[in-house]
């Protein structure tokens, strides 16, 4: 029987765990016992190209159409095997982040928080996401509950090479997934 199958139940067990054990133990619970499936092989995102700046760290820079939510160029920021960031750059007001989104998830449920970015174009929130992930990687990490995440040894400077890939990347995928959307859309309203 699995517990995702019936997620008041999945609520509850939660609920009560979060009350019975300190969140880190309860966190490392969760990395040992149940499988993820990383956001850049969901069904929702295509096109994923992955920057390795040094060993340990990845990069995942894909196009992003999330039903609900948004579409653009998206990325995920790996350490250790643990996403510490990820960036949805999809323009006008639903452009966002997501901080540590497994750890976030397990405190609030899916889906994990998100930190809006200022209302702006694609380019504006890939501006952004370039700027957090060299400002703010290291902060995100501080604050991971895993302690291999925590005081993984991160290079600034090969970080900020790979920042600089993952715009060359995005703006690369606007040109091919956003022109193409904004020609479909045109020709609905025909």
């Not at 765990?17 to 490392?28: F, G, K």
């Not at 820079?61 to 350490?79: E, H, I, M, R, T």
């Amino acid at each position: 029987m699995r517990l995702a199958a019936f997620p008041r139940l999945a609520g509850l067990v939660q609920r009560l765990a979060l009350a019975v054990l300190p969140e880190p133990v309860l966190y490392r619970l969760l990395h040992l016992y149940v499988r993820r499936t990383p956001r850049p092989t969901l069904d929702t995102a295509r096109d994923d190209r992955i920057v390795v700046p040094q060993a340990g760290l990845e990069l995942h820079v894909y196009w992003s159409d999330v039903p609900g939510v948004g579409a653009g160029p998206s990325a995920s920021l790996f350490v250790a095997r643990e996403e510490v960031i990820r960036f949805d750059c999809f323009g006008g007001g639903d452009g966002h982040m997501h901080l540590n989104p497994q750890q976030a998830m397990l405190a609030s449920g899916p889906p994990a928080p998100r930190l809006y970015f200022p209302r702006g174009s694609r380019e504006d929130h890939v501006a952004r996401a370039v700027f957090e992930i060299v400002a703010n990687a290291s902060a995100a990490m501080k604050t991971n509950r895993l302690r291999r995440v925590r005081e993984f040894p991160l290079d600034d400077r090969c970080l900020e090479v790979a920042a600089r890939e993952m715009a060359t990347h995005m703006a690369e995928l606007m040109e091919r997934y956003g022109r193409a959307r904004e020609q479909r859309m045109g020709a609905q309203t025909t």
